[in-house]
């Protein structure tokens, strides 16, 4: 949209970052081109092409902004590469493939993005590490961002998510690599995040409710606590190896060893992360895709049954009539 206005410029003067916020995509500016689009995983995965209804908002709108970049005639920029987040979330067992093996949220993602959305495989990329949105930004950053120098960065979460996610990758992306890098001339922080906040679809009002009181207890904890005493990766690095349930060794063996008294969250709010329902076989195949192999199964069975009593009334009324010849 040419008209357009720069996205919104917010300052939260507590931990002192800015970031741009949009909700449409008529707000974008067309002079605006991204390197990246980073969509933040959200929950277990119905199977391979399966994301969270609420996560396919996400890709839908990532793809949208990614072909109206990639088909700019004027300028000619280069599409965004798109980085979709997440292993999978602390809270669900992993959805497994018809092999066993896991299916990451952010392949799940990825996949959808290929064949429903028409994105190359050749500008996606997929982050396997992450379990919550501090590790989403933290890997995004040093396994993806720092390395491959994408320093224009669209952020894609859903509306009820959205704070947190600032307060984090805002956090993240503006501290040094190294606690002793003191000035700005060593801390080489460049990075221009923008936010854009997708309508919280495929949820009930219940679940969303339930899950936003559980983001802004978290976004405090970020704020007053985590932020300002985390000020480097390599002190972020410190608290995920150290204090983190799914990133430090003694507590990933004790989660292990846990015989299912270790405290579980609200049913709700697990529905708020793809809470997968009792008909789910957990090996990547929909409750949908299981009934209709069952329906046709007992169709089957049944033409069966039915074509062997007809081959006995035949016979025996064949029978009939010979002993009567």
């Not at 707000?27 to 991204?34: A, G, Q, Y």
């Not at 067992?93 to 093996?101: K, Y």
């Not at 064949?115 to 930004?137: G, M, P, Q």
């Not at 989660?255 to 270790?262: A, P």
Request: aromatic share 10%; hydrophobic share 40%; charged share 20%.
């Amino acid at each position: 949209n040419p008209n357009a206005q720069r996205p919104t410029k917010i300052e939260d003067n507590e931990i002192k970052m800015i970031h741009y916020a949009f909700n449409s995509i008529d707000s974008i500016p067309s002079d605006l081109n991204f390197d990246a689009i980073i969509i933040l995983g959200g929950g277990v995965p119905l199977d391979i092409l399966n994301p969270p209804v609420y996560v396919k908002e996400r890709c839908q709108i990532a793809s949208k902004i990614y072909h109206l970049q990639r088909n700019k005639t004027t300028s000619s920029p280069a599409p965004p590469k798109i980085l979709t987040l997440s292993a999978g979330t602390a809270h669900l067992p992993q959805a497994l493939s018809a092999d066993g093996l896991p299916i990451w949220e952010s392949t799940s993602s990825a996949a959808f993005l290929i064949h429903e959305l028409n994105v190359s495989s050749e500008d996606l990329f997929a982050e396997t590490t992450s379990y919550d949105t501090i590790s989403n930004a933290f890997f995004a950053r040093i396994n993806f961002c720092d390395i491959v120098q994408w320093k224009n960065i669209l952020i894609v979460t859903n509306e009820f998510h959205m704070e947190r996610t600032k307060l984090i990758f805002d956090w993240i992306f503006h501290i040094p690599a190294h606690s002793q890098a003191q000035n700005d001339s060593q801390k080489d922080i460049d990075y221009d995040l923008y936010y854009f906040s997708v309508d919280d679809v495929g949820l009930s009002a219940e679940a969303i409710e339930v899950r936003k009181q559980k983001e802004a207890k978290s976004a405090e904890n970020i704020k007053k606590y985590l932020s300002p005493k985390y000020t480097s990766m390599e002190k972020v690095f410190d608290f995920l190896t150290t204090e983190h349930s799914f990133y430090t060794a003694s507590k990933l063996v004790q989660r292990g060893l846990d015989d299912g008294t270790m405290d579980k969250v609200d049913k709700l709010v697990q529905d708020s992360y793809g809470g997968i329902s009792p008909h789910h076989n957990r090996i990547g195949l929909s409750s949908s895709s299981n009934d209709i192999g069952s329906f046709f199964l007992g169709t089957l069975f049944g033409i069966g049954i039915v074509g062997l009593v007809l081959i006995c009334i035949g016979k025996k009324g064949a029978g009939t009539r010979w002993k009567a010849l």
